[in-house]
């Protein structure tokens, strides 16, 4: 299968502003690229492009004062399976953990282990270990919390999803995210590009997607507790701890968001 992909997004800034961005889709998937998948700028921007600790493909800018445009579009190919459900997976011991995963075992800004341990110990202990207890916690989740375009909140936490019991993709995987991290499963924070490909057209514009991996059977899993279904075609672009570490972009000064397009869609074979 293939898949058109792409945004534009524009910035207005009343100083020049430098800017971090996480826009380009990860390395793990640049080699089903079928184009060229490159950030291009509607004004003289020189960018310099870097990976970060997490391995994610990220980039710095100076946005000059006024209204700059990011844009990128590209073809990859897809299998056009649904995600892998890794029924059999076990939950390894702390102790034989990778070092570099360990990390994602600890609470960040939005995922607020020391608020929801008491919680997810009272609730899950009593699931087997492994995927069982990842797929009871992202069913809690998914019944937990209302998705609401509306409730949106970039300060919400995931006790505060736990506690508003609403919000966006990004609050089903916080949650989720933090719940697996209080029962001592490895647990990291993913957004990408995910379209209506093989489900109901969703009426809401186009937006980029959360959801969350988790570390079992010495690989890491997909998981999405908003859709608590396999998917099929998503496309990553970064992960990390939580949505501080994956966001598009982090100004350093002031910088309204005034455009905002996503574009995902199936390219059918003629």
Known sequence: MKIRAGFHIGYECTQPTPMLMALNIHPSRRVDLLSDQILTFDRQIEASNYTDVFGNACSRIVAPPGLTTISTEFEIYDSGQPDIVPEGAFQHAINDLPNEVLVFLLGSRY??????ADFAWARFSSTPLGWQR????????HNHITFNYLKADPLRTAYGGF???????RDFAHLATTLCRC???PARYCTGYLGDIGVPADPNPMDFSAWFQVYLGGHWHTVDAR???P??????MATGRDATDVALS?????????????I?????QS
């Open 111 to 116: 995922c607020d282990t020391d608020r929801l």
């Open 134 to 141: 990842v797929q009871a916690i992202c069913d809690f989740v």
């Open 163 to 169: 506690t508003d019991k609403t919000g966006v993709c």
């Open 183 to 185: 029962m001592n499963i």
């Open 227 to 229: 859709h608590n279904t």
């Open 231 to 236: 998917r099929i075609g998503r496309i990553l």
């Open 250 to 262: 982090t100004a350093f000064g002031p910088a309204t968001l005034s455009r905002f397009e996503v």
């Open 264 to 268: 995902t869609e199936e390219i059918q």
